[in-house]
């Protein structure tokens, strides 16, 4: 064999031994990798086995304190102050005098509305005696008696008018500032004081219209205001006939006991108001929430793998949610680490 030959064949030999060797590293290292893929090892995260559970619903709102009854104290008629009857920021009872406009007119009107009157009334008397005798006609009797029931009227009217030169409380409570002295000239317009009933007070509020079924009259709830440490308690006493289509709520009011003054009308409440008892309730703590675009999700274990579920919730406290559809007694719950975690993730779960 010629010498060439023999190179040429020891270079093929040699050229085939590489490309064997470097095949055989390449299928060592993608089953090495295979290897490392397969082996991922599972998440460690905790959970929990759902179970049902007794929770009484409470729906937290906000209302407004209102006085039980209130009024615009005014006159209602014109007129000069004669006499202010009450101090500022005092308690007045049901028909006390609060002040008297000057009804030295009037009673000049009255007394000779009375006399048109009283003549009327003889006037009266007489066309009937005569028209007994027949000595008048039916018609001029009845002119007569007309005149004497129109003096009576007018007399009526006076007597009206000056009883309202008296402005009495129309309620007990308590009075507030005034705003006129003695001889300010009052009319109709002016505010001359505040009177309020704070023996109780209401409490005004709405509350969404997926409640409104459970709402009852004479259900208890329990407020607070700001400033003041102190849990009170009300009843509710009317309920609106129809939802208000604007905000999809529904109105109510409560009543409270304030005979020991600590609740200002025109402030704030913040309400717990009482729901239905839920006896298979399943809550679940608020850290295992993840908010989505489309609402609320969890994470559960099944088979060693975690899986995403949609949830719905309701009412919440300080630590847990109500879920209402999504998840069921029984269910492994994951709680710590669920940010981390995608669909069929593999996962240790350590249970509390």
Same mark, same amino acid.
């Given at each position: 064999?010629?010498?060439k030959?023999?190179?040429?064949?020891?270079?093929?030999?040699?050229?085939?031994?590489?490309?064997?060797?470097?095949?055989?590293?390449?299928?060592?290292?993608?089953?090495?990798?295979?290897?490392?893929?397969?082996?991922?090892?599972?998440?460690?995260?905790?959970?929990?086995?759902?179970?049902?559970?007794?929770?009484?619903?409470?729906?937290?709102?906000?209302?407004?304190?209102?006085?039980?009854?209130?009024?615009?104290?005014?006159s209602?008629v014109?007129?000069?102050?004669?006499?202010?009857?009450?101090?500022e920021?005092?308690?007045?009872?049901?028909?006390?005098?609060?002040?008297?406009?000057?009804?030295?007119?009037?009673?000049?009107?009255?007394?000779?509305?009375?006399?048109?009157?009283?003549?009327?009334?003889?006037?009266?008397?007489?066309?009937?005696?005569?028209?007994?005798?027949?000595?008048?006609?039916?018609?001029?009797?009845?002119?007569?008696s007309?005149?004497?029931?129109?003096a009576?009227?007018?007399?009526?009217?006076?007597?009206?008018?000056?009883?309202?030169?008296?402005?009495?409380?129309p309620?007990s409570?308590?009075?507030?500032?005034? !705003?006129?002295?003695k001889?300010?000239?009052?009319?109709? $317009?002016?505010? *001359?004081?505040? +009177?309020?009933?704070? /023996?109780? =007070? %209401?409490?005004?509020?709405?509350?969404?219209?997926?409640?409104?079924?459970?709402?009852?009259?004479?259900?208890?709830?329990?407020?607070?205001?700001?400033?003041?440490?102190?849990?009170?308690?009300?009843?509710?006493?009317?309920?609106?006939?129809?939802?208000?289509?604007?905000?999809?709520?529904?109105?109510?009011?409560?009543?409270?006991?304030?005979?020991?003054?600590?609740?200002?009308?025109?402030?704030?409440?913040?309400i717990?108001?009482?729901?239905?008892?839920?006896?298979?309730?399943?809550?679940?703590?608020?850290e295992?929430?993840?908010?989505?675009?489309?609402?609320?999700?969890?994470?559960?274990?099944?088979?060693?793998?975690?899986?995403?579920?949609?949830?719905?919730?309701?009412?919440?406290?300080?630590?847990?949610?109500?879920?209402? !559809?999504?998840?069921?007694?029984?269910?492994?719950?994951? $709680?710590?680490? *669920?940010?981390m +975690?995608?669909?069929? /993730?593999? =996962? %240790?779960?350590?249970?509390?």
């Amino acid at each position: 064999m010629k010498p060439k030959y023999i190179i040429y064949l020891l270079l093929s030999i040699v050229l085939g031994g590489l490309i064997f060797y470097r095949i055989s590293e390449n299928k060592q290292k993608e089953g090495g990798g295979k290897e490392k893929g397969g082996d991922k090892k599972p998440a460690k995260v905790s959970g929990i086995v759902l179970k049902p559970r007794v929770f009484s619903d409470n729906l937290s709102l906000s209302g407004s304190i209102d006085a039980n009854e209130q009024v615009e104290i005014r006159s209602e008629v014109s007129g000069i102050v004669e006499s202010i009857n009450f101090d500022e920021g005092t308690f007045v009872t049901q028909g006390q005098q609060l002040f008297k406009i000057n009804d030295v007119e009037l009673r000049a009107q009255l007394s000779q509305a009375k006399t048109k009157q009283a003549l009327a009334s003889e006037n009266e008397r007489r066309a009937r005696l005569l028209l007994a005798k027949e000595a008048i006609s039916q018609e001029e009797y009845d002119v007569a008696s007309a005149d004497f029931r129109s003096a009576k009227a007018q007399t009526q009217l006076i007597q009206a008018q000056i009883a309202k030169t008296s402005v009495k409380a129309p309620f007990s409570g308590k009075i507030g500032l005034r !705003s006129i002295s003695k001889g300010t000239y009052v009319t109709p $317009t002016i505010i *001359v004081a505040n +009177l309020v009933n704070t /023996s109780q =007070v %209401k409490i005004t509020f709405s509350i969404p219209e997926k409640y409104a079924t459970q709402m009852k009259i004479n259900t208890g709830i329990s407020f607070s205001v700001a400033g003041s440490k102190d849990t009170f308690a009300a009843k509710i006493y009317a309920i609106e006939p129809g939802i208000e289509v604007d905000t999809r709520t529904l109105k109510m009011r409560a009543i409270a006991n304030n005979s020991d003054g600590k609740l200002i009308p025109g402030t704030f409440a913040s309400i717990a108001l009482p729901l239905d008892k839920i006896n298979d309730a399943i809550l679940v703590p608020t850290e295992a929430l993840i908010p989505v675009q489309n609402g609320k999700k969890v994470f559960v274990s099944v088979n060693g793998k975690a899986k995403e579920v949609m949830v719905e919730t309701g009412a919440r406290t300080d630590k847990e949610v109500l879920v209402l !559809s999504g998840l069921k007694a029984g269910d492994t719950l994951l $709680t710590s680490g *669920v940010m981390m +975690l995608k669909e069929d /993730s593999p =996962v %240790k779960v350590n249970l509390k």
